[in-house]
């Protein structure tokens, strides 16, 4: 099972665990590295996790950078977001939903 609220209740005695969506760049990019400085756990999620894995060296000691290629425009993808940060901590803290949709539409649309 897939359920994201089995993680918020699951506690949180260890050190915060803080998932980051479209972390690969700009905003989600800086946020995962001031996130892994501060001595959080960050699991990255991206479609693209190559530009991501470099900010390993971040990470405080005993903290861990975990990466996790996801499309989460499917609930495949957000599945696996979730069943990683279960299987690898067992609780979440925070999450910073950054991801983007690549829909785009012009500014009239959008006010119709």
Known sequence: MSDASEL???GTSGAPVTVVT???GGIGLVLT??????GSHVVAASRRVEPVRALQQFAL???E????AADLATAAGRATVVETVRAR?????????????EE?????????
């Open 104 to 112: 785009r539409r012009v500014w009239k649309e959008c006010r119709s």
């Open 22 to 24: 479209g972390a690969s």
């Open 65 to 68: 950078l975990v990466c996790v």
């Open 89 to 101: 901590f067992g609780y979440l803290t925070s999450l910073v939903n950054n991801a983007r949709s």
């Open 61 to 63: 000691p005993g903290r």
């Open 8 to 10: 918020s209740a699951a």
């Open 33 to 38: 590295e001031a996130l892994l400085r501060s």
